[in-house]
């Protein structure tokens, strides 16, 4: 290896590149099962994009672009907003963990074309006789985006701290 690069430059890149990593997981796991059954001869589960894997896809490309830019400029808000972005990923994925029924409920509103009271209900009952919850999509989801605020916060500081 030919040694261009400043060695202060190494650990912005670790940094950035480590959180676009997470934020493709995250990316990645909103299209996967984030709600599966323990039941045999079920469907195999629902996937984030049938509920709010839809924000967190939107969510986490942004992130990557954030970061991809924190990269290339080396602009220590750049790595910030990746984080503060992956942190709103979490939290929907947190919440879509605590509350298996809640896509099975936005399933049912949007293939049943029943009200929301009547979804809940049926989303609730589901849970406890299907044996419902979270799937991998929304672990990988969760630990994706926790990587990307983590490495964001660190290369946001290690990009404040160089100057």
């Not at 099962?33 to 045999?40: A, C, E, K, L, Q």
């Not at 919440?95 to 009271?117: G, H, Q, T, W, Y």
Request: overall charge negative; cysteine-free; proline content about 3%.
């Amino acid at each position: 290896m030919h040694g261009g690069a400043p060695a202060d430059s190494g650990p912005d890149k670790k940094f950035a590149i480590i959180g676009i990593v997470g934020a493709v997981l995250a990316l990645v796991g909103s299209m996967v099962n984030w709600v599966v059954s323990g039941v045999d001869g079920a469907d195999g589960g629902i996937k984030g994009m049938d509920g709010d894997g839809v924000i967190t896809l939107i969510v986490s490309i942004v992130a990557a672009l954030a970061l991809v830019g924190a990269l290339v400029t080396k602009k220590a808000p750049l790595y910030l907003g990746g984080a503060v972005l992956s942190l709103v990923t979490a939290v929907f994925a947190v919440i879509n963990m605590a509350d298996p029924a809640r896509l099975v409920a936005a399933k049912f509103v949007d293939e049943e074309k029943v009200s929301d009271s009547v979804a809940e209900k049926a989303a609730e009952e589901a849970v406890k006789q299907l044996d419902i919850s979270a799937g991998p999509g929304l672990y990988m989801v969760l630990i994706g985006a926790l990587l990307t605020v983590i490495f964001g916060v660190l290369g946001f500081m290690k990009s404040r701290n160089s100057r």
